[in-house]
């Protein structure tokens, strides 16, 4: 039986739910961005209109508003993302239980087993899909319909916004072998330079390659890039549910300004902690070890580790770990850009076994009095929001830096 394949991928992700919260913005050009005031202002994600003014992610602020000086900005907010993230996900579920998330906005819908519940033609039931998540979450989305993953996620690309594009075994080559080599999955400007050294710059001309040689040139690679242009490619959509967990769960911010001295920086640990055990908790996991990266306004990091004595996803465990790192390492007084804190050596929660020590005979329930306190902020913050509770020492912290975006989402 044929695959039908569907590759789901939100418009303007992050600025469409934004949006949401200000329709008088909708005819307006509009970028969400970092914190116009730290050395991070860089645009996150725009609408239609600003893409319109040639506005693109990433660049800086001022570069932005030089192409369209009425861009309005829009801070972001990761929390809402993630809740849009989850409905949406649960509106692909009631089409097919094989879904697998990408990215925050983008999924794999294995359609085969279950296409015939809802319509003999594939385009008609991606648009189906694309009307429920319109009308009842106010986003548009634009799918890709064909055999394979990669085909289906050309598709999505194909044409935006809020469009069906179905590339068959009988147009693949029309509509995608003249299209750059950098419309291809994983095709990078590394591996294109690698790949117009011998000839190939469209996905066409990469197809036609001799799958042997390019394999012999390019190593593993050449075979995986060969398989996605010529339409070989048929890895299994993998759900949610079945995918392996993290092998760490880090978060880093970038300061404003550099941090000095050791108050600042527990205020700064502090901060990362709580996001690295929530993300932990989340997970159903614990570290085994603590890693604190430190850079200093120079772009200089060390990196240093240390082995916890139990396995943790309690934020003050894992605070005092970095802590103590970082006043090992670091001269006191020395300025501090950026900090990143990764929880490593993961292991489930109901498995990560206790060495109990015989002279510290309460730290056990301790800690498990600390786990049931930080889940219940989990449950706080999942009703109310992220800023609904914070531990004390992360308050001051909170309005001063930004987070990277590193780690586990």
């Known amino acids: 039986m044929e695959r039908v394949i569907f590759h789901c ?56 508003r030089k192409k369209c000086p009425r861009l309005v900005l829009l801070p972001a907010h990761h929390d809402q993302y993630r809740l849009y993230s989850q409905k949406v996900n649960a509106i692909y579920e009631r089409f097919t239980d094989l ?43 634009s799918v890709g319909v064909s055999f394979n993953k990669v085909f289906a996620k050309m598709g999505s690309d194909y044409k935006k916004p809020d469009a069906t594009t179905v590339i068959t075994r009988e147009n693949y080559r029309e509509l995608l072998w003249p299209l750059p080599v950098t419309d291809l999955l994983f095709v990078g400007q590394a591996a294109r330079r690698a790949l117009a050294e011998y000839g190939m710059r469209t996905i066409g001309e990469l197809a036609a390659f001799d799958r042997e040689t390019l394999g012999r040139l390019l190593g593993k690679q050449g075979y995986t890039l060969h398989d996605y242009a010529s339409g070989t490619e048929c890895s299994p959509v993998i759900p949610a ?18 941090l000095t001295g050791w108050e600042e920086l527990q205020a700064g640990t502090a901060a990362l902690a709580d996001e690295v ?22 772009f200089r990091d060390i990196c240093r580790q240390k082995r916890l004595d139990a396995p943790t996803h309690v934020s003050r ?3 005092g770990a970095s802590m103590g790192l970082i006043r090992a390492s670091w001269r006191e007084g020395a300025p501090v850009r950026a900090l990143t804190i990764t929880g490593q050596n993961l292991v489930a929660e109901d498995q990560a076994a206790e060495q109990l020590d015989l002279f510290a005979a309460g730290a056990a ?5 600390l786990e049931k306190l930080e889940r219940a902020m989990d449950g706080i913050r999942g009703k109310f929001g992220r800023d609904a509770i914070s531990i004390a020492s992360t308050v001051e912290a909170a309005g001063s830096e930004e987070s990277n975006g590193r780690g586990t989402p």
């Open 365 to 369: 329930p301790r800690r498990d009095k």
């Open 99 to 141: 879904v697998e998330p990408f990215s925050i906005d983008e999924s794999w819908l294995d359609m085969t087993g279950t296409l015939h519940l809802f319509g003999s033609d594939p385009e008609a039931v991606a648009d189906q899909v694309r009307r429920a998540v319109r009308e009842e979450l106010g986003l548009t989305v």
């Open 9 to 64: 991928d939100l418009n303007s992700f992050y600025a469409s739910v934004e949006l949401l919260s200000h329709p008088e913005l909708l005819a307006q050009p509009v970028a969400v961005c970092g914190d116009p005031e730290s050395r991070h202002g860089i645009i996150l994600a725009k609408n239609e209109s600003a893409k319109a003014f040639g506005v693109k992610t990433a660049e800086t602020i001022w570069q932005a």
């Open 317 to 319: 465990d894992i605070a």
């Open 277 to 298: 055990a929530a993300r932990l908790r989340r997970h159903r996991l614990k570290c085994t070890t603590v890693q604190v990266t430190i850079r200093d306004p120079n």
């Open 241 to 258: 549910r079945d995918l392996p967990g993290p092998k760490s769960v880090g978060n880093g911010f970038t300061f404003p300004r550099n």
